[in-house]
């Protein structure tokens, strides 16, 4: 069985930087990155549930892509509100058009995700595009 697995978006507090990534537990995962920050505080501002490690690593891998234009370094982004609504819309077009392919294993982003996924995502980068015109 398969363990619950989460993106999340977490803010340091003060600034306009965010890390996107998965973790099996966010909380703990925050803790370990301010360890080895000189200074400040992390909130958990977006937080996405998988059934799966492989799903999170995919949405994952697909929204590092979706902000492309906004990364600062690494999994580091400078987001504004409209980006992570842009989160959100990849979020519900990933959930929208989940099926019996949603556990499939993959070594990379699209590979095992159904068609329905696909034309859930292609309709939501539509939207944001659409959004940030």
């Known amino acids: 069985m398969s363990r619950l697995c ?53 949405f994952e891998t697909l929204a590092h892509s979706a902000l492309f234009d906004r990364q600062r370094r690494g999994e580091w982004f400078k987001l504004e509100k409209e980006d992570l609504f842009r989160l959100d819309c990849l979020y519900l077009a990933w959930e929208a058009g989940r099926d019996s392919e949603q556990n499939r294993r993959s070594r990379t982003a699209l590979n095992g995700v159904s068609p329905r996924v696909r034309q859930g995502i292609r309709q939501a980068v539509h939207v944001a595009e659409y959004i940030d015109s």
């Open 6 to 58: 989460y993106v999340y978006v977490m803010r340091h507090v003060g600034g306009m930087s965010y890390k996107v990534g998965y973790s099996f537990d966010p909380e703990r995962r925050a803790t370990n990155i301010l360890s080895s920050m000189p200074s400040g505080k992390l909130k958990v501002v977006k937080l996405y549930e998988f059934p799966c490690r492989d799903d999170a690593s995919r």
